[in-house]
């Protein structure tokens, strides 16, 4: 059996901790004030360097149009509204999606200008924190909101801090969305506080349309609740029959999702950041995707059809109750476990969730948490492993290095990349195998990443950021080598559009979503000791082929291309030389770059450099046809 990889129990430690600060009274004071003196709309309040932007639970979404009904994706709805978060995902993985009547509501919000005003002014006023909060569907324009300032203020402004707090707030978006949060290290940023039978954070897991009327005559009752108490007394109510049915569809939906990792159908929502369980004997905070899942399910199913409309309007009781609740001692003398700190902590959780040890499910949710506690471990565990390994193969990449190194300065000079390309030593044999070793690494590297068997912030530890730059700077000339060594640019076509790998281009995608400092961009005052553009030999063969083929070409309009490719080519390496981006074995005198400078020089003094607008005789041949390239000079072959 394998052993604990913990010895306690996180979650209702994190609900203390949460509990004992001023922020969720602070916030919910302000969701209250928002429903009650601004419908359809928000609040504005700051308390020293904290501001606070409180969305109204009164919102009106158009359900009218499937689009509002349903998932969208973001990059096609809200293209760069979130800046780079929804672009460039992986092509593997289902679009980054959310509720499109929430989606479009919030762009609403953001296309006023008071809205991007008052932002300015929280700016403005040095605030340092910025928490977003709301209830009901306020509480999802909150989290878009938060989303929206985590992916453009604060990418602009680290400094500011920003934090999302909701109550009763409904699922925003699928499993990508999700995903993609968990991987841009911004779970933390936001924590869902829920009802422990509050229909509406787990009325998505049900499809909208079987029961959509019933579902606008409730957000009526509860937004006029919200507004004025009286007001929701008078509001015209759903048979006891359609709420059970309600209660059902939602609960049996929410059972059949605790047993699969994907709806049948496809899109569906997921929870993301972190979930506050709150019940009349405390609450426990989770931030497991499965576990949260699977705890919605649970602590709905002991409640009864009633209890799920009245719990959406109780979220002032659970946050005074759990504050004052972590004032007093509490003691577990009434629950049976044994002498396992980690089965104590877990008694402690589910007790403060309302499972108690008699009832049937409590050996359901007890599984549920030790999974939770037990899948983090893991990949931490995983990390560290990773770690490990990562030292093991390290000095792979010092015997490449070093043979780099003794290109450099071998006699032939042919350089790194073109010695490797043209090897016929043991030597070159050796550093291929030390390739290949390297690959297999980081491909399993992105798989367990893949397949969260690492932390979901794995891929911003600067450690492994650096080492796979290097590897990529280091180790893709070399693929590169030997993908034109093999001649697979005839079958499949030049490298960087259809043999580069998948793993350089994620490797990219680090580098540049990565904190850089100041240093970085000071000008460079020596040649680099790896070529900063690790595809650069690529771009080398390319246009050397384009050299070829413009030499016998007589089709004017292809000679163009291959001539405004050649001089594009020759103005970035020649920018990159000028900012000392490249190393020393691309000058080296029988280097392809060398080659295709001797071979270009050739070819331009066959070529007659004419002034622009040259005027044509209607006699001349296509031998003779006039090129203009883009740098506003025309050539004719000679």
Request: charged residues 25%.
């Amino acid at each position: 059996m394998e052993p604990e990889t913990s010895q306690f129990e996180s979650s209702e430690m994190l609900a203390t901790y949460l509990a004992s600060t001023p922020l969720l009274e602070d916030s919910w004071r302000l969701c209250s004030r928002a429903n009650a003196e601004a419908p359809q709309s928000f609040l504005v309040h700051c308390a020293g360097k904290v501001g606070y932007l409180a969305f109204s639970g009164v919102q009106l979404v158009d359900c009218t149009e499937e689009s509002c009904r349903k998932l969208v994706e973001v990059e096609v709805y809200a293209k760069g509204l979130f800046g780079g978060f929804c672009a460039g995902g992986d092509a593997d993985r289902e679009p980054i999606m959310v509720h499109g009547g929430l989606l479009q509501l919030f762009m609403m919000f953001l296309n006023t200008q008071n809205f991007l005003s008052k932002i300015d002014e929280l700016l403005l006023k040095g605030c340092k924190s910025i928490v977003c909060t709301g209830h009901s569907l306020g509480g999802a324009l909150a989290s878009l909101s938060a989303l929206w300032l985590l992916s453009t203020v604060q990418t602009n402004s680290p400094s500011i801090q920003v934090l999302c707090i909701t109550f009763g707030s409904p699922m925003l978006g699928n499993e990508s969305f999700s995903q993609a949060i968990l991987q841009e290290r911004w779970c933390g940023n936001f924590c869902h506080v829920v009802g422990q039978h509050d229909i509406v954070p787990r009325m998505l897991f049900a499809p909208a349309t079987p029961i959509m009327k019933e579902l606008v005559i409730l957000f009526h009752f509860w937004q006029l609740s919200m507004a004025s108490p009286c007001l929701g007394q008078l509001a015209s109510q759903l048979s006891y029959e359609d709420i059970v049915e309600v209660f059902r569809l939602v609960l049996t939906c929410a059972e059949k999702r605790c047993g699969e990792a994907k709806d049948q159908e496809g899109s569906v929502f997921w929870p993301f950041g972190g979930y506050l369980f709150c019940t009349d004997n405390g609450a426990v905070c989770l931030d497991n995707r499965v576990a949260i899942v699977k705890l919605l399910y649970l602590t709905m199913s002991k409640g009864s059809a009633v209890s799920y409309i009245e719990d959406h309007l109780k979220y002032e009781s659970y946050v005074g109750r759990i504050c004052l609740h972590y004032l007093r001692r509490r003691s577990l003398t009434d629950v049976s476990f044994s002498e396992s700190s980690s089965e104590a902590g877990i008694a402690f959780a589910l007790r403060s969730s309302g499972i108690e040890f008699q009832e049937a499910i409590y050996g359901t949710a007890k599984n549920c948490l030790a999974m939770a506690r037990h899948i983090g471990c893991r990949r931490n565990i995983n990390n560290a492993k990773m770690a490990v390994s990562l030292a093991k193969v390290n000095p792979l990449r010092a015997q490449i290095e070093w043979y780099k190194k003794f290109c450099d300065q071998s006699d032939d000079q042919m350089g790194y990349y073109d010695a490797f390309k043209h090897r016929n030593t043991r030597r070159g044999s050796k550093v291929n195998m030390n390739r290949l070793k390297l690959e297999i690494f980081w491909d399993d590297v992105i798989n367990q990443l893949e397949t969260n068997q690492l932390t979901h912030d794995f891929h911003k530890l600067l450690k492994y950021v650096n080492a796979a730059h290097t590897y990529t700077l280091l180790v893709e000339p070399l693929d590169i080598a030997e993908y034109y060594r093999t001649c697979m640019h005839k079958s499949n076509g030049h490298y960087i559009e259809h043999g580069r790998k998948k793993r350089f281009k994620i490797f990219d995608k680090w580098w540049r979503d990565r904190k850089v400092g100041d240093e970085e961009s000071n000008p460079r005052s020596r040649f680099a000791s790896l070529t900063q553009d690790s595809c650069f030999w690529a771009q080398v063969e390319e246009a050397r082929e384009c050299v070829l083929h413009l030499t016998g070409e007589r089709d004017s309009g292809r000679q163009s291309v291959s001539l405004d490719k050649i001089v594009k080519f020759e103005q970035y390496a020649q920018d990159m030389i000028a900012r000392k981006e490249v190393s020393v074995d691309v000058f080296a005198k029988n280097s392809s770059y060398s080659m295709f400078k001797e071979e270009w020089e050739v070819l331009k003094s066959q070529l007659q450099l004419l002034p622009p607008r040259f005027p044509v005789s209607q006699e001349s041949t296509v031998q003779d046809m006039c090129i203009e390239t883009e740098n506003t000079y025309i050539v004719r072959l000679s």
